[in-house]
């Protein structure tokens, strides 16, 4: 039985009852300030490849986050009455919890309160992607755009290995460099030919950095290749760009991001089949051998004997002991100690960049304290009270961006979303290998969870309101 569609107006979301803002989804355009944003986080470290820019590192590095508060503020210029992700109101109780906390004996006030608007503006963009991204076509290409940025990230990276003096950035970090004068010559290693490799920036001022660009080329090239309405060309493209992200990040050495990467392939692979789709998974999972073995094969050829040593120790040790002789140390240290330390918080403003820019040296009663993982962060900022609202904020997170995986019966979407999820998982699980929601990956893990809310509440009211439809 054919059913005639439905004007534009009765659409779910077209007139919202608490607003008289008209949205019609037909007019919504393809790009726009989302993916710029996108882009922008991801591609903004060129600023540090134009000679002198390490004079004004500081407000450089600001920018990102500078520009991630003002959207929030410009999409809230004016109210709507639309719904927030069930993620916004753990976030808001943390920033209350934070502004109490300023009242602490230990706070460093400056420190505290730049600690402050650093978290919102982290947080900000969960708040206003949902008002820009509005259907899942305009999703689709946000996702292309963060699978673009990292991969040009990523292919910098390699390009650094091959032409270092071409392609490295002038200059590495001033600041760093303040506070280790070795840091670069320690992240350095012999190359299979004898000479030096720096670990590939790419897109940023330190060694290493471009391992966060390759770990989400891989994961998306592999989730994007088995997209169900992709030609062979598309999937080819993602393949061979999996495997050059995943080449990167082995010649960065970061162990931690390649396991990651690692392991949200087989996520995604085991929610394939949850969805029903076990000849996709398995498909999946043949595409990821081929991509591993293939970027091992090309990492160690550039790399030599110190990217295989580097990786075949794990086997040697076992992940999970390696972990625990590493950042386990930290992790224990954080449980055992600190909890009963400070059940309460330690002040805010305590550590971290905020702590080294405002921090109060007259303040002898209250130091610096060094922080290696969030968990640690988040317990100094706020106490047992913090860490248990940003675990929930997560955790909020990961189910409704799961409901969406399981639930909806169109295909394409579940691969957006599928995408989306196992990146999310990998940027949480970096919560344990260093402070990641104190970075820009906080800001990506919260754009992407905003925009998926954003993308999907309109398709699931559809759905319900016009089943015919769906």
């Known amino acids: 039985m054919h059913v005639q569609s439905p004007p534009y107006s009765s659409f779910?979301?077209?007139?919202?009852?608490?607003?008289?803002?008209v949205v019609s989804f037909a007019r919504e355009s393809r790009w726009g300030w989302p993916e710029a944003f996108i882009a922008l986080q991801l591609l903004w470290g060129?600023?540090?490849?134009?000679?002198?820019?390490?004079?004004?590192?500081?407000?450089?590095?600001?920018?990102?986050?500078?520009?991630?508060?003002a959207s929030m503020l410009f999409y809230f210029r004016r109210v709507t009455g639309e719904p927030l992700p069930a993620a916004s109101k753990w976030l808001l109780a943390a920033a209350v919890l934070l502004l109490v906390n300023l009242l602490h004996p230990t706070t460093h006030l400056m420190a505290g309160l730049g600690q402050i608007v650093f978290q919102i503006?982290?947080?900000?963009?969960?708040?206003?992607?949902?008002?820009?991204?509005?259907?899942?076509?305009?999703?689709?290409?946000l996702?292309?755009?963060?699978?673009?940025?990292?991969?040009?990230?990523?292919?910098?990276?390699?390009?650094?290995?091959?032409?270092?003096?071409?392609?490295?950035?002038?200059?590495?970090?001033?600041?760093?460099?303040?506070?280790?004068?070795?840091?670069?010559?320690?992240?350095?290693?012999?190359?299979?030919?004898?000479?030096?490799?720096?670990?590939?920036?790419?897109?940023s001022d330190l060694p290493g950095g471009a391992a966060v660009a390759g770990m989400v080329t891989m994961v998306l090239g592999l989730t994007l290749a088995i997209r169900s309405d992709q030609r062979w060309l598309q999937k080819v493209t993602c393949v061979v760009a999996a495997a050059i992200g995943m080449t990167t990040l082995l010649l960065t050495q970061v162990r931690s991001l390649s396991l990651l990467a690692v392991a949200a392939v087989v996520v995604a692979t085991a929610l394939r089949?949850?969805?029903?789709?076990a000849v996709d998974g398995a498909a999946g999972a043949a595409a990821a051998v081929v991509v591993l073995m293939g970027a091992w094969v090309w990492a160690t050829s550039v790399g030599g004997g110190s990217v295989a040593e580097r990786f075949l120790g794990l086997l040697d040790a076992g992940i999970f002991r390696t972990f625990?002789?590493?950042?386990?140390?930290?992790?224990?240290?954080?449980?055992?100690?600190?909890?009963?330390?400070?059940?309460?918080?330690?002040?805010?403003?305590?550590?971290?960049m905020m702590q080294l820019?405002?921090?109060?040296?007259?303040?002898?009663q209250a130091p610096p304290i060094h922080v290696e993982i969030q968990p640690t962060g988040w317990l100094l900022d706020g106490g047992l009270p913090l860490l248990c609202l940003a675990f929930g904020a997560l955790w909020v997170s990961f189910r409704q961006s799961y409901r969406v995986v399981i639930g909806t019966p169109i295909s394409h979407v579940q691969d957006l979303a599928t995408a989306l999820f196992c990146v999310q998982v990998a940027i949480a699980a970096l919560c344990l290998s260093g402070p990641a929601f104190n970075t820009q990956l906080g800001i990506q893990f919260w754009a992407i969870t905003g925009a998926l809310f954003g993308a999907m509440s309109p398709v699931a009211q559809i759905r319900q309101r016009f089943p015919c439809h769906a």
């Open 273 to 277: 089949v949850r969805q029903g789709r």
């Open 12 to 21: 779910p979301y077209a007139r919202s009852p608490h607003s008289t803002t």
């Open 121 to 141: 503006c982290i947080a900000a963009p969960l708040f206003w992607m949902g008002r820009a991204v509005r259907d899942e076509r305009r999703l689709t290409t």
């Open 143 to 203: 996702v292309w755009v963060l699978f673009g940025s990292s991969f040009l990230a990523s292919a910098v990276g390699i390009l650094q290995v091959y032409f270092p003096s071409r392609f490295l950035p002038p200059e590495f970090s001033v600041l760093a460099l303040s506070l280790n004068p070795d840091i670069v010559s320690s992240l350095t290693y012999a190359s299979a030919d004898g000479g030096t490799i720096i670990r590939p920036p790419g897109l």
């Open 46 to 69: 060129v600023v540090f490849f134009v000679p002198g820019a390490q004079s004004y590192r500081t407000y450089l590095r600001a920018m990102p986050y500078i520009i991630s508060g």
């Open 324 to 352: 625990d002789e590493n950042r386990g140390l930290f992790v224990r240290y954080t449980l055992n100690e600190l909890v009963y330390e400070f059940p309460l918080g330690a002040g805010v403003g305590r550590w971290g």
């Open 357 to 364: 820019l405002f921090g109060d040296s007259t303040m002898w």
